[in-house]
């Protein structure tokens, strides 16, 4: 079937699949955080209360993000994905019961919104990390979008049913339901066949993983661009869905309906923005979808905030909700432009660790000033927080002039060591000497220079160059990984960018044998016990 270009990967059964499955999923959020936000306004009038919703839902994708992500990268995906569906389904029930039994308190609700939250951690680095393995590079910006459209679906379908269901029966139906479409969420995870990951070495430790992601991340300039600029949205953006059912009593006539309807028409916008992304794209850089998304964001949330009529209220979240997704789509699909395979999770772990760190951080900063001042100031003061912010952050481009190329590359690997060497050995050291002309000594530190992020991007403990005193133009490059199991991991990580850096290295060696390249193993050192005399 021919289809538009912006929902071209869906002609994928896979990615069809576990799209329905993503939908099924954010539907089971948007409706546990509509019920549990409106809820909270029933068991305490405290503006904090109400804003910790929010805080206690996204807190632990920030706190879990990074054991989430390695779990999902050392783990098999497919059954990781479908364990965080039944965790979901299990707190669905237990919220169903206690609220039918009357034994919700708002601390209590919570603690169980938190709980909730652990498996929105555990699920999104997996999705995350997924996508890119099941669509064609050429349609990733078009599948993330859709996995927009599938959380803004959700965001219209769930907060209506959340909203027809707490005006109709009660907040324990919605949580039933929940655990229903999360149940459904998990069948269709377990439908999908997939090809597990294939290697001949053990897999990764659960802190080694962890390590390697945020090394990768402190190394990785582009990624720390795109996390710190996601994060600084997310306090700004944040504080209107954060305060959003206040804002809606606050509204002439406001109530239930009107925040349920706001929150659809948020959805809506990201909709029809994310339909129409690959025609923007032929005319914007992510840059200036991100400079003007913000800009409008600010000015419909003022908007909003000061007339304070459900009649402009509507098409200003329409507009919001195709800003926000302008946005974060922009961010995303640079964050999985600047990362491998092999630490995706990790890398997207600790990207949703920003994001909704400043969800976190945006849901009690603005609602202590709701508290102590109005939650309208808290919303205009959030408002003037973006402005500044997006000023100041103009330099920080995510509109790179070149991808890097992240596809695995074929290397040699390790040759067969002279003895036996135990997997757990190390560490170990590996020297390359090079020989150049030293007239070219400073295109070749350059180049170095990108080397060293490149290997410690790969997991290497340390690495070094030095020069030869003795024979001008001699250097001598080192690093160390921390066993024989991880050197050899470290070769396995081996991409076309890294093959491109390597032949770059090589143009300066003016030897008549490649560069001298050897192992070392540490050897341990017991200390012997003195003679007594």
Do not use: C
């Not at 959003?244 to 009593?249: G, K, S, T």
């Not at 790969?458 to 160059?465: D, E, I, K, P, V």
């Amino acid at each position: 079937m021919n289809l538009p270009p912006a929902l071209a990967p869906l002609q994928g059964a896979v990615f069809r699949g576990l799209w329905f499955a993503w939908l099924f999923a954010n539907l089971t959020m948007w409706m546990n955080d509509v019920a549990a936000a409106w809820l909270m306004t029933t068991l305490t009038t405290s503006p904090v209360m109400v804003a910790l919703v929010s805080t206690a839902s996204t807190l632990p994708v920030f706190l879990l993000g990074l054991p989430s992500g390695a779990l999902a990268d050392i783990l098999d995906r497919r059954r990781y994905f479908a364990v965080t569906q039944l965790w979901v389904s299990v707190i669905a029930i237990v919220l169903a019961f206690l609220s039918l039994g009357g034994l919700l308190s708002a601390h209590l609700l919570l603690v169980l919104t938190f709980l909730n939250g652990i498996g929105l951690a555990m699920r999104w680095p997996v999705f995350a990390a997924i996508v890119p393995a099941v669509v064609e590079k050429e349609h990733l910006p078009q599948a993330l979008a859709l996995n927009g459209i599938s959380m803004n679906i959700s965001r219209v379908i769930g907060p209506a049913l959340a909203g027809a269901l707490l005006a109709s029966i009660n907040s324990a139906a919605v949580f039933v339901l929940n655990a229903v479409l999360a149940l459904a969420a998990f069948v269709l995870i377990l439908r999908w066949h997939h090809q597990p990951r294939t290697s001949t070495l053990p897999g990764e430790r659960f802190w080694g993983a962890m390590r390697a992601g945020v090394v990768f991340t402190v190394q990785s300039k582009r990624l720390r661009v795109v996390m710190l600029r996601i994060f600084l949205f997310f306090v700004q953006a944040t504080a209107l869905m954060a305060l959003l059912p206040l804002v809606a009593r606050e509204l002439h006539g406001g109530g239930p309906g009107s925040f349920t309807i706001m929150l659809s028409s948020a959805g809506i916008g990201a909709i029809i923005a994310a339909l129409r992304f690959p025609h923007w794209r032929a005319r914007y850089t992510r840059d200036q979808f991100i400079f003007i998304g913000t800009v409008v964001h600010t000015a419909m949330s003022t908007l909003i905030v000061l007339v304070g009529e459900l009649w402009i209220a509507v098409p200003a979240m329409i507009v919001i909700g195709m800003s926000w997704i302008s946005v974060a789509n922009s961010l995303t699909v640079s964050a999985q432009q600047a990362m491998p395979d092999w630490v995706r999770a990790r890398g997207m772990s600790i990207y949703q660790m920003s994001l909704m760190g400043g969800s976190a951080v945006s849901s009690l900063l603005w609602g202590q000033v709701a508290s102590a001042s109005s939650v309208r100031n808290a919303i205009l003061l959030a408002a003037a927080f973006g402005l500044v912010v997006i000023l100041a952050t103009q330099r920080l481009s995510v509109n790179w002039a070149a991808e890097i190329d992240f596809t695995p590359a074929r290397t040699t690997g390790v040759p067969e060591p002279a003895f036996e060497i135990a997997p757990e050995e190390g560490p170990v050291m590996v020297t390359l000497t090079y020989q150049i002309d030293p007239a070219r000594a400073p295109e070749f530190v350059a180049v170095m220079e990108r080397t060293r992020r490149a290997r410690l991007r790969q997991g290497a403990l340390s690495w070094g160059l030095f020069r030869d005193t003795s024979m001008p133009g001699r250097y001598v490059e080192y690093f160390i990984d921390e066993d024989w199991i991880e050197h050899r991991r470290r070769l396995e990580r081996f991409t076309a960018f890294d093959a491109e850096l390597r032949a770059k290295r090589l143009s300066f060696h003016i030897g008549s044998e490649p560069p001298l390249l050897r192992r070392y193993v540490a050897q341990s050192i017991v200390q012997q016990p003195r003679n007594p005399r």
